[in-house]
């Protein structure tokens, strides 16, 4: 098991940045798959992006160059960096980790792109 806590959202301007930060109850380095999810206003959860134990990365097209995410098993805590944020970019952000073939999530951080 683990519980997953997101930080970093709030209210930038289009353009800006934001740093999100997943922080997990224990070790990272065996979870094999860990990632962002986002459900804006009166839509469905998306995938936003997943990343391995070997850091390899995987990101939906429209965030492509625009979110970087990344890992700090050192201090079990996943980020996810996000530049040139865009209108529709507002949702609530997840974090979840896949252990043993359970899905974890957290209970989101609320980003809002607003000029």
């Known amino acids: 098991q683990v519980r997953l806590v997101e930080s970093g959202g709030g209210l930038v301007q289009p353009g800006g940045s934001l740093r999100l930060s997943c922080a997990a109850s224990?070790?990272?380095?065996?979870?094999?798959?860990m990632g962002w999810y986002r459900q804006a206003p009166g839509k469905g959860r998306e995938l936003v992006a997943t990343?391995?134990?070997?850091?390899?990365?995987n990101y939906a097209d429209s965030v492509k160059g625009r979110l970087t995410l990344s890992r700090e098993n050192a201090k079990n805590t996943m980020y996810l960096q996000m530049n040139n944020l865009k209108l529709e970019d507002t949702a609530v952000y997840y974090c979840?980790?896949?252990?043993?073939?359970?899905?974890?999530w957290g209970k989101g951080t609320l980003v809002t792109v607003s000029s």
């Open positions: 990343i391995t134990t070997n850091n390899s990365t």
């Open positions: 979840h980790a896949v252990i043993d073939g359970i899905v974890y």
């Open positions: 224990r070790s990272i380095f065996s979870i094999y798959a």
